[in-house]
Every structure is written in C-alpha cells, then in structure tokens.
C-alpha cells in the first residue's frame, strides 16, 4: 500500500479528552496497519518533527530502552512522521549502528499530513510538520484519555509518559484520584463528598475534600 492510502478521519472540532481516537490505514516500519488493531490494549501514540533529528533520536533510544516496561503496563507503542518508510527505515539502522539500540515499535509514515492534521497535531494550514511532537494516551477503548504536547526543542520525558500511563490504569480499576506526582505505591486519593450529609458527617479532623487512601497492593498499574 502507498503512503497516498494513508486515511485518517478528519475531526469537526479540536480533539478532546474523551474523545474517540481517529482511526487511520497507513504503512509503517512494520508492515501496513489500522489504529483500530490496538482495540483491547493500551496505546502511546507519539510524533515527531523528523527523522535524524537530536532530540527525536534521543526519545527513540530512550523508549526503546523502555519498551519493557510499558509491555509490562499492557501498552504499545506506535510513533509517527511525515518522513517516508524509507527514511524511518535508514534512520532506525543508523540508531541501531551509533547507539546499539533496536527501535522496538513500528513508526507510520504520514507525508501527506492527513493523520497529523486529523489529530491536531498542527494547524490545518500548517505548511510542514515543525510543531509535530505530541503524545495521546489511547484506552483499550480506542478513547483518548490524556494528551501531551511538547515544543521540537524539548525532549519527552520516558519516565512522566510512564507515570502517566500507570495513574490512568490505576483511577479505572477502582473509584480513586491520583494527587500531584503520583507514582504507583504511593498514596491515592478518594473523591470529595458529593452532597452535604456524607460531608459533614465527616469523623474528627479528616478533611471531607482531601481524604488519602493507601494504595492497594497489586492495584492495577501499581
């Protein structure tokens, strides 16, 4: 299949969280494949400006070296560029012979810019792909639940993608919050009272809008 097959739908409104992720057909490093074939796992989908760029190349070592831990999250990863198969072909051998590292996931190609485009990844009128670095975290739902944007001068955090991941897994498998930098084994949080008699009912000092609850053991994403 040719890049021009590539097809993504494109949103009538910016995309939100909660919002379904926007399927796509394409080619990757991998072979051809559908967004939708991740239905029933997680997904860290995740662009890039270019192929043999500095900070990209460092986010590529860094996730491969990863890859592990987010297999161990029930999470793939898939990355995405407008550079061609042939050029994410010649630069993950280039990685591989400077670095000793192998990249782990399969990398679309989207010259046209449709899937960028259909993801907000840039301006609908955007002439090229410089603002293209941005991270959506998809459920086994295919529902987009955190999104993360980063300028092409920043590197990603490996560790924060991580950590992010594990506190949505951790809020879905049971009726708790997580507070800021949660990692798994920490403390999580219940939700506030939601009327006035559980609230004032309330025992002692414990305050009714910030209750902590130690984190399960074996909690999922723990």
Known sequence: MSSSDAWAAEPVRPLQIGD???NFRARTTMGDLN?????GRWLLLFSHPADFTPV??????ALSRASARFEALDCALLAISVDSV???LGWIRAIREHFGVTVSFPIVEDPSLVIGRAYGMLAQDAPDAATL????FIDPEGIIRAMLCYPATVGRSVEELLRVLA???????ANVVTPEGWRPGDDVLL????DQRSALAEAGDDCWFYR????APGGRGA
């Not at 967004?35 to 239905?39: C, E, G, M, P």
């Not at 902590?212 to 984190?215: A, G, I, N, R």
Request: with cysteine; charged share 20%.
């Open 20 to 22: 379904p992720a926007p």
């Open 35 to 39: 967004l939708s074939d991740y239905r």
């Open 56 to 61: 990209c190349t460092s986010e590529f070592i």
């Open 86 to 88: 042939y050029a994410h």
């Open 133 to 136: 670095r941005s991270t959506f």
């Open 167 to 173: 506190a949505l897994q951790r809020v879905d498998s």
């Open 191 to 194: 939700p506030p009272h939601q």
């Open 212 to 215: 902590t609850q130690p984190d």
